[in-house]
T-cell receptor, first 116, second 115 residues
Framework: AQSVTQPDIHITVSEGASLELRCNYS??????LFWYVQSPGQGLQLLLK??????LVQGIKGFEAEFKRSQSSFNLRKPSVHWSDAAEYFC??????????????FGQGTTLQVKP | NAGVMQNPRHLVRRRGQEARLRCSPM?????VYWYRQLPEEGLKFMVY????????ESGMPKERFSAEFPKEGPSILRIQQVVRGDSAAYFC?????????????FGSGTRLTVV
């Protein structure tokens, strides 16, 4: 069965420092991959997505992610974190290639805390 | 263009009561998904609907839960005889065709508390 693992439950970084959030997936084919951000009490906002092509994907708010097939990973990065980036981040894989429903499988999430 | 509208934002129910959660998709979106987020967990798929049709309900609990997306009006997620374990945030997302674009837009969720 397809699955998504985010190994880090909580991460704390200082404002201005670089950030990398890890995501590993288990999937039989080249997956559709997503990163979402959720601020407290809010819904999910799409940061970026990977379907095919260039394995380095640029997203909103200065985020990027790199798809590495050999490592089954899709890690999210940002060179310089801002206090407003404190939120929960979810990695997800799309099941369209195996199910035709377009549903997403989410990781458990990583809570990012930003120190001033 | 309004986003995906969910109401109520917060819902408190006593054990044994019914909870009705509403989701109005974005204009032009014909696909609706419901996800549940339990405390300290990621979102789990529940059901996928198109107008008047349930396409995939593989994530729905077998009992007490039902969903509909009528020809007119919002999609409804109904939970009968709620129990404490139903306390969670319930998110709706809508998407236009084609599915391959994964053009999801999520609502802000309904936070259900069962007391």
């Amino acid at each position: 069965a397809q699955s998504v693992t985010q190994p880090d439950i909580h991460i704390t970084v200082s404002e201005g420092a670089s950030l990398e959030l890890r995501c590993n997936y288990s999937y039989g084919a080249t997956p559709y991959l997503f990163w979402y951000v959720q601020s407290p009490g809010q819904g999910l906002q799409l940061l970026l997505k990977y379907f095919s092509g260039d394995t380095l994907v640029q997203g909103i708010k200065g985020f990027e992610a790199e798809f590495k097939r050999s490592q089954s990973s899709f890690n999210l990065r940002k060179p310089s974190v801002h206090w407003s980036d404190a939120a929960e981040y979810f990695c997800a894989v799309g099941e369209l290639k195996t199910s035709n429903t377009g549903k997403l499988i989410f990781g458990q999430g990583t809570t990012l805390q930003v120190k001033p | 263009n309004a986003g995906v509208m969910q109401n109520p934002r917060h819902l408190v129910r006593r054990r044994g009561q019914e909870a009705r959660l509403r989701c109005s998709p974005m204009k032009g979106h014909s696909h609706v998904y419901w996800y549940r987020q339990l405390p300290e967990e990621g979102l789990k798929f529940m059901v996928y609907l198109q107008k008047e049709n349930i396409i995939d309900e593989s994530g729905m609990p077998k009992e007490r839960f039902s969903a509909e997306f009528p020809k007119e009006g919002p999609s409804i997620l109904r939970i009968q005889q709620v129990v404490r374990g139903d306390s969670a945030a319930y998110f709706c997302a809508s998407s236009p065709p084609p599915l391959a674009n994964y053009g999801y837009t999520f609502g802000s969720g309904t936070r259900l508390t069962v007391v």
